[in-house]
C-alpha cells in the first residue's frame, strides 16, 4: 500500500501495514529519462525515429522503474539488513543497465545508417 507521508509530499510504501520504504522525488527516475532524451537527441537519425525511440525507451525505463520500487520494497520487508545493498547497489544498477542498454540499441542503429556496407 502506498500512502502520502505526513507533512512532505513523499509517500511511504507499506507491505502488511508495516511501513518499509520511503519515496522521495528521485524515485520516480525522471531525471534519468530526461539524461537518455538527451542523449538520444545527441545522435541525430530522423525525428519520427527518434521520437519513436524515446517514447518506447521512456515507456521502457518506467515500467523498469515500477518494477525495481516493487522488488525493492519486498527485499527491504524481506531482508531489512539487506537494505543498504539493495537500494545503494542492486536496484541503481537495474535502471542504469536499462538505460546503458537503451543506449547501446540506439548507437548500434545510428551505426548501421552510417555504416550500412558494415
Not at 501495514?17 to 522525488?25: C, I
Not at 525495481?68 to 543497465?97: C, E, K, M, N
Request: proline share 5%; hydrophobic share 55%.
Amino acid at each position: 500500500m502506498v500512502t502520502p507521508w505526513a507533512a512532505t509530499e513523499d509517500l511511504v510504501i507499506s507491505i502488511m501495514n508495516q511501513p518499509v520504504a520511503r519515496l522521495v522525488e528521485g524515485c520516480n527516475a525522471v531525471s534519468v529519462m530526461i539524461l537518455f532524451v538527451a542523449f538520444v537527441i545527441g545522435i541525430p537519425q530522423k525525428i519520427s525515429r527518434s521520437l519513436w525511440f524515446i517514447l518506447f525507451s521512456c515507456i521502457t525505463l518506467y515500467g523498469i522503474n515500477i518494477l525495481r520500487i516493487v522488488l525493492i520494497s519486498i527485499g527491504i520487508y524481506a531482508r531489512p539488513s539487506w537494505t543498504t545493498i539493495l537500494h545503494d547497489l542492486v536496484f541503481p544498477g537495474i535502471i542504469y543497465g536499462t538505460v546503458l542498454l537503451l543506449w547501446i540499441i540506439w548507437i548500434w542503429q545510428y551505426k548501421s545508417k552510417v555504416n550500412p556496407d558494415e
